[in-house]
């Protein structure tokens, strides 16, 4: 049986996938600004947990992704129908140059369908704070996460208490870097996950 919270925030975002870009991709932009610097996509397998209509990717193909001979796997997941069609619509109509390496998957972020140790490098921008458990969510995504996996994760600062989650996250990894600006809404966390071998 799904949880009431999961299933309020599948209708909310089913609800609002026709108009999502709209309303969210210059407030996402901003924070996909700073969580992309010096970043390297080759050869990497990438996750973007809650990716939503494809935003981030979107950034990336439009913003970031200039060498057109650059390979990299992007798997993007999320827990609305809806807003994955949205991602889908995209693919399907040739707005994503990129298209071979993009693989969408329905599924809970706290139930992940991967093996473990999988994932170059990890993202979850503004999408934790969704979920019933933010520590459950976290945990599933250290463990699909390859030892020295980057990981960058954004959540709202107005449900966050993130000395809390800061201090759960210090003893499993390196580099920790907290970065709360003023003008974006979320605090961004980077690191490296450590110790899984």
């Excluded at 827990?79 to 599924?107: N, R």
């Excluded at 996250?169 to 003023?182: A, D, I, S, T």
Aim: charged residues 25%; contains cysteine.
């Amino acid at each position: 049986m799904m949880n009431e919270k999961k299933e309020q925030i599948i209708e909310k975002y089913n609800s609002t996938a026709h108009f999502y870009d709209d309303r969210y991709s210059i407030i996402q932009a901003e924070k996909y600004d700073l969580v992309l610097k010096n970043f390297i996509f080759e050869g990497k397998i990438m996750l973007d947990a809650g990716c939503g209509t494809g935003l981030f990717h979107d950034y990336i193909q439009y913003n970031m992704y200039t060498n057109q001979n650059t390979r990299f796997i992007f798997l993007a997941m999320d827990i609305s129908l809806k807003m994955l069609a949205q991602f889908h619509v995209k693919k399907k109509t040739g707005k994503l140059s990129h298209q071979d390496g993009i693989h969408l998957i329905l599924s809970d972020m706290g139930n992940l369908p991967f093996r473990s140790e999988v994932f170059d490098s990890i993202f979850s921008l503004t999408a934790l704070q969704n979920l019933p458990d933010i520590d459950e969510g976290v945990e599933d995504l250290f463990r699909v996460a390859k030892n020295n996996a980057e990981m960058i994760l954004s959540i709202l600062k107005k449900s966050l208490n993130s000395e809390a989650l800061i201090s759960g996250l210090k003893p499993r990894v390196q580099h920790l870097k907290v970065l709360n600006e003023n003008h974006v809404e979320d605090i961004i966390l980077f690191f490296t996950v450590q110790g899984k071998n």
